[in-house]
Each structure stands twice: as structure tokens, then as C-alpha cells.
């Protein structure tokens, strides 16, 4: 357990410096600092609408999630479809920016297993930045995004 808590601070580190969002300022969370021990459960939040047609095709979705304590570590799952599922966490849709694979590489969004699955893993909002730690290690750092969003089909 240690070394996988150790593993998480040092992915959030190496992510966070390269997108330039480590904070060094006292008494403000990083994400780097929060640990994913003692995970809490999201709370439950409303149930999706059937959506509507989208303009590219899919379907458009508003998000449902219930709010969230910022800084604190959350269990998730991706959705069957990975990073393309819907991603509805703290009332808001996430989309994913970039992330690092556990040994510290540029990670695939669209093609790493991990990423166009189903995974488990942690969740940690701070402002409109989050962070998904999968089981495996894997860190990807995702952006808020206002409103409803649409999101393809999925085989």
C-alpha cells in the first residue's frame, strides 16, 4: 500500500510539473499532496435523461453528478467506452488533456487499453482541473467543461 501511495505522489508530481500546476503556495491543495488511502465513494447523483440527437451524431447528455469535496480522493470507474464514456463528476462533464503511464511516458488516450475500457481508479478535483489515477497507475489530467456535452456511440 505504501509503495502504490508513493507511486500515486510521485505520478501527480511529475504530471503536475509538466503541466505547470504544482502549487507551491502553503495551505493550497495539490493535487500532489492528496492521498487516494481511505478513497471515498461519490456521492449518488441524478439519473441521465435519454439525451438528445447531437449535430456530429451522437447524443447529448447533462450532467447529473452531485457536488464533491475538492481535494479529496474519490473512487471511479471509466465507463465501457473509456475516456470516451461520459464523465460526470462534481456537476460537471470532464474531458481528458493529456496523462502519464505509471512508468512516467506520455500516455495514449486513445489507444492505451486502460483508456478505451472500462477502468477503475481515483478521482481528485481541484477548481476545474481533475485528475484520474487508474489502479494500474496510469494518471490522466482532465479540464471541466460547462453544461451538457455530446458523446459519441460506443461498440
Known amino acids: 500500500m505504501r509503495r502504490r501511495a508513493a507511486l500515486a505522489v510521485a505520478l501527480g508530481v511529475a504530471l503536475a510539473a509538466r503541466s505547470g500546476e504544482a502549487s507551491s503556495t502553503p495551505g493550497v491543495a495539490s493535487f500532489e499532496t492528496v492521498s487516494t ?20 451524431g451522437g447524443t447529448v447528455l447533462a450532467p447529473v453528478s452531485a457536488p464533491i469535496e475538492p481535494a479529496t480522493a474519490y473512487r471511479f470507474s471509466l465507463g465501457h467506452c473509456g475516456l470516451h464514456s461520459p464523465i460526470d463528476v462534481d456537476g460537471s462533464f470532464w474531458d481528458p488533456v493529456d496523462g502519464l503511464t505509471a512508468g512516467g511516458a506520455p500516455l495514449d488516450l486513445e489507444a492505451d487499453p486502460e ?4 477502468s477503475a481508479g481515483f478521482f481528485v478535483v481541484i477548481g476545474d482541473d481533475a485528475r484520474f489515477r487508474t489502479e494500474a497507475g496510469s494518471v490522466v489530467r482532465l479540464g471541466r467543461q460547462d453544461g ?8
Do not use: H, T, W, Y
Not at 488511502?37 to 456530429?56: C, I, Q, T
Not at 451538457?148 to 461498440?155: L, M, N, S, V, W
Open 115 to 118: 483508456m478505451i475500457n472500462a
Open 37 to 56: 488511502e481511505g478513497a471515498s465513494d461519490l456521492p449518488k447523483g441524478g439519473v441521465f435523461a435519454e439525451g438528445r440527437p447531437g449535430e456530429a
Open 148 to 155: 451538457p456535452q455530446e458523446f459519441p456511440g460506443c461498440d
